[in-house]
């Protein structure tokens, strides 16, 4: 069977249905997420995936429309 090749570098080392990406957060956010992460003996990216799970249980996604501004970015 042929290796599947990831489509983009930030998908590189990962597994099927992860991606990296970059946030920007709170300092305390991190320092907690760095603590529970620490205590519960889990990688940060654990902790960060229960925690989205959990805010996103029972939310319905749905598609946002690629609408520009004059600027040329999206509207938010």
Do not use: C
């Not at 599947?4 to 970059?22: H, I, N, Y």
């Amino acid at each position: 069977m042929a290796a599947m090749v990831p489509d983009r570098s930030s998908q590189q080392g990962l597994k099927e249905g992860w991606t990296r990406a970059t946030f920007i957060l709170r300092k305390d956010h991190l320092e907690k997420l760095k603590s529970v992460s620490y205590w519960e003996r889990k990688k940060i990216k654990e902790v960060v995936d229960e925690a989205l799970g959990s805010y996103l249980k029972g939310k319905k996604a749905r598609r946002k429309t690629n609408t520009k501004n004059s600027s040329g970015s999206n509207k938010l």
